[in-house]
């Protein structure tokens, strides 16, 4: 069973359009966030949930909106889609700092905006 | 905001060899991860590591936090240890973001 689970792996879509990308974990995590990471490799967080509430929103813009339904859950929708936007964005999830803790990401999800 | 500079930028080993990463930090951390992205881009916890030290098979970690840094060692290196190395760091009492590295881009050649 895959920990961390994201679909889809692959999207191409034009300028303009609106998406969403899901994510579901079955680790049991409180804490679930969404990273981008650019065409350099650079990962940066756009958002932290903990138990369903937004914890960390880092200056990303309005038309990203992520949606929390439950602590395993959670979804990013992307409106009016930028060329800026092509990136590879993870999704992971982490459980309270103890002496296991680390995040588990899930294997990335590559947008492609044209 | 807190600044994370890993070194080297890229390294090049021939299997079998060791290998030491290093990651600077400019704050206290309560929180510090290193990470590997395969070629296939899936990106693995290898340690949680704000202090002291850790080993799991050939790979183990060290961080001086009073000294602000970090280091991975990789003994025996194989061919699957190629990749991407990032070093992460959470401070300021947020267990809810972390700050990125730019990685070490490693390859281990047979």
């Known amino acids: 069973d895959t920990a961390v689970s994201q679909t889809p792996k692959y999207l191409v879509t034009q300028m303009g359009n609106d998406k969403s990308i899901k994510c579901e974990q079955n680790l049991g995590h409180d804490t679930m966030y969404w990273y981008k990471q650019d065409s350099k490799k650079f990962l940066k967080i756009m958002f932290s949930y903990n138990n369903k509430e937004l914890i960390i929103n880092e200056t990303v813009p309005n038309r990203f909106s992520p949606k929390s339904p439950d602590k395993a859950h959670l979804n990013l929708h992307i409106n009016s889609l930028e060329l800026g936007d092509s990136a590879v964005y993870f999704c992971a999830s982490s459980q309270l700092l103890g002496p296991n803790y680390g995040y588990t990401f899930g294997s990335g999800t590559r947008l492609t905006v044209v | 905001g807190i600044q994370v500079e890993q070194s080297p930028p890229d390294l090049i080993l021939q299997e079998g060899a060791n290998s030491t990463l290093r990651c600077n930090f400019s704050d206290s951390v309560n929180n510090l991860q290193w990470f590997h992205q395969n070629p296939w881009g899936q990106l693995i916890n290898l340690f949680y590591?704000?202090?002291g030290t850790k080993q799991n098979g050939r790979l183990s970690a060290t961080t001086v936090a009073t000294e602000r840094y970090s280091l991975l060692y990789i003994s025996s290196s194989q061919t699957t240890d190629s990749g991407v190395y990032f070093c992460a760091v959470g401070s300021g009492g947020s267990n809810y973001k972390l700050t990125f590295g730019k990685g070490t881009l490693l390859t281990v050649n047979p």
């Open positions: 590591i704000p202090s």
